[in-house]
């Protein structure tokens, strides 16, 4: 079969390095891909938001199957325009990706059908959210409510900072129209975990739990970013826990989509907050995560593509979804200045023996030589039997890659380990 994945990250390459796997894959593409992808797919340089040029390149190559990834051609329906071309997707339709593509639907989604989140107020009026501030607790979270490369959260400690935030996203326009309706809500306290998901609007199979790192500098340090290392599973969520998202999380959840008419097919995520109260929802996204994607696949035993033709088809629960029981490191190698200002063009120089545990997110190929071209550039990931085994190999290998003006947090997956002990 032809294959073809949208996207262009450091998620994309570890996705594509699993279906690779699939014997009944002939041809697999990437759309625009990088000059890391590129020697695990046939890269063709298509935006992922050129919904015509995609489609055209589908019915062109006679594709097969499509797996949409980013966050904004499912929020603008390219698996819609797919499938009516007869092409089958993973990924959700637009109607079901508005979870992830508006904060305030979910918001409401969650408050409709009683699935545990932090209380929240919505604003379209910036006097009116700067008003709100005056009276309301801090720390608080200013969302906007549209989709903001991962960024559109803030945190804020002080009055001052609540009212900068809401200023840069309804008055400066920092993240364009997402910040036109803001969320603010209260501040949860306790472990974050991720937690990706398979459904098929019937079925839905969580996957490894994950611990993200998104501040820039050690010790969550700095300013937020897309992540700067993973770490799986994540020791907060407990046999307990996963058993109590199943009942009053996962599958309200899916449960609610299918009651809005938005039944939810893809790769499910869910951030979450277990809090003294137990665990809720931070956010939903309508794809795989960032970097947790790449520690997470990598534990996948079963063929992931048998599991996504199984999404599409609505049969889910015949396929048995496993994974190892080992565990998984992902340690981010960035452009100094990311998530701000940075340079491009250093030549990557990568080991042989370590091409196979390196996801490329920000890299492209200049004169047959890969270079970085983005602020995250790479992951270095391991695999191990105990997490301690998993970080150490993580950095051994991030130690090895080398081009110029990188740096990488020193701390990914320290608070799991100490959790573990």
């Not at 079901?96 to 409709?112: C, G, H, T």
């Not at 604003?123 to 709100?132: G, H, M, P, R, S």
């Amino acid at each position: 079969m032809k294959v073809m994945v949208i996207g262009s990250g450091g998620r994309e390459h570890a996705v594509i390095r699993a279906l690779k796997k699939s014997p009944e894959i002939d041809e697999l593409y990437a759309l625009p891909g990088n000059g890391g992808i590129a020697a695990d797919a046939q890269c063709a340089a298509i935006s992922a938001m050129d919904l015509d040029s995609v489609c055209q390149f589908a019915e062109d190559h006679r594709i097969d199957y499509a797996v949409v990834t980013p966050d904004d051609p499912l929020a603008a329906g390219l698996v819609d325009r797919l499938e009516a071309l007869g092409i089958p997707c993973f990924g959700p339709c637009r109607d079901a990706a508005i979870i992830e593509a508006s904060k305030v639907f979910s918001k409401e989604l969650m408050k409709k059908y009683g699935i545990p989140t932090a209380r929240y107020e919505v604003f379209t009026d910036a006097q009116a959210a700067l008003d709100y501030l005056r009276t309301a607790p801090m720390p608080s979270v200013i969302k906007a409510d549209g989709l903001a490369l991962g960024k559109g959260v803030i945190i804020a400690n002080t009055l001052a900072e609540a009212e900068d935030a809401v200023r840069s996203m309804m008055l400066d326009h920092q993240f364009g129209k997402s910040g036109d309706r803001i969320v603010i809500e209260e501040f949860l306290e306790g472990p974050e975990v991720s937690v990706l998901s398979f459904t098929d609007g019937k079925t839905i199979v969580p996957m490894v739990s994950s611990m993200d790192h998104k501040r820039a500098g050690d010790g969550d340090t700095g300013l937020n970013t897309g992540g700067m290392g993973v770490i799986a599973p994540n020791p907060f969520y407990t046999e307990d826990v996963a058993k109590t998202c199943m009942e009053t999380i996962f599958l309200p959840t899916m449960h609610a989509m299918n009651a809005e008419g938005r039944t939810f097919r893809g790769c499910l995520y869910f951030g979450l907050m277990i809090t003294k109260d137990g665990p809720k929802v931070i956010e939903y996204n309508c794809r795989f995560g960032d970097p947790e994607t790449q520690v997470v696949l990598p534990l996948l035993e079963t063929d992931l593509f048998t599991i996504m033709r199984a999404v599409t088809d609505g049969c889910l629960a015949n396929v048995p979804v496993r994974f190892s029981s080992n565990a998984a490191c992902c340690v981010v190698l960035a452009s100094r200045g990311y998530p701000q200002h940075y340079e491009k063009g250093f030549p990557i120089s990568i080991p042989e023996d370590c091409l196979s545990s390196v996801y490329v997110a920000g890299g492209t190929l200049k004169n047959g030589q890969l270079v970085t071209s983005g602020g995250r550039v790479l992951g270095a990931v391991a695999t191990a039997p105990t997490l301690q085994e998993a970080v150490t190999q993580a950095y051994a290998i991030a130690d090895r890659i080398h081009f110029e003006n990188s740096y990488c947090r020193r701390d990914i997956g320290r608070r799991a380990l100490q959790a573990l002990k």
